[in-house]
């Protein structure tokens, strides 16, 4: 059994997924507090305001004790037409819930032999198809410069996923 383990304060828990559970095992759990977003693009009138987050989340492969930082950018606006105004306190919650649902989505159903960059990638394709059905406009990309990164769990000899 491939056992794809998230390091502290990361993502996924056993039980957590948005669909049935995998064979793997997939623990931690990233939570609201971990979006630190900025803003990016002040609001004005209408739909407008862009906030966005640069996460370096460690990903461990249980079996093979391998590692690597999964970087991945979360931008939602700060004002839509579906919700209006969407509060910081509302995003957090939001892009942490749909984060942990995607990781345990992807990582439970790992296959033998996949690497955790490909898992990454997954990841991220599957958080953004998740959290832009919840906030409309939301995007799920690799991190872009000019945004500080939240890290977990990281040394310097891991290599990172950008």
């Known amino acids: 059994m491939l056992a794809v383990i998230l390091a502290v304060g990361t993502f996924g828990c056993a039980g957590a997924g948005a669909g049935p559970a995998g064979p793997n095992l997939v623990t931690g759990r990233i939570s609201p507090a971990h979006f630190r977003f900025e803003q990016t693009v002040p609001k004005d009138k209408g739909p407008s305001g862009w906030r966005a987050v640069c ?17 991945f950018e979360v931008g939602v606006p700060v004002r839509n037409r579906d919700r209006g105004e969407i509060s910081l306190e509302t995003a957090q919650l939001i892009t942490a ?39 409309a406009g939301a995007e799920v990309s690799a991190c872009t410069s000019g945004l500080t990164p939240v890290i977990f769990d990281l040394s310097p000899a891991v290599p990172s996923l950008l």
């Open 97 to 135: 819930a749909w984060a942990n649902h995607a990781a345990y989505e992807v990582l439970s159903h790992a296959r033998p032999g996949e690497t955790l960059a490909v898992l990454c990638l997954q990841f991220r394709q599957r958080y953004r198809e998740l959290l832009r059905q919840k906030i």
């Open 55 to 71: 996460i370096h989340a460690m990903m461990t492969n249980g079996d093979t004790g391998t590692r690597l930082a999964c970087a």
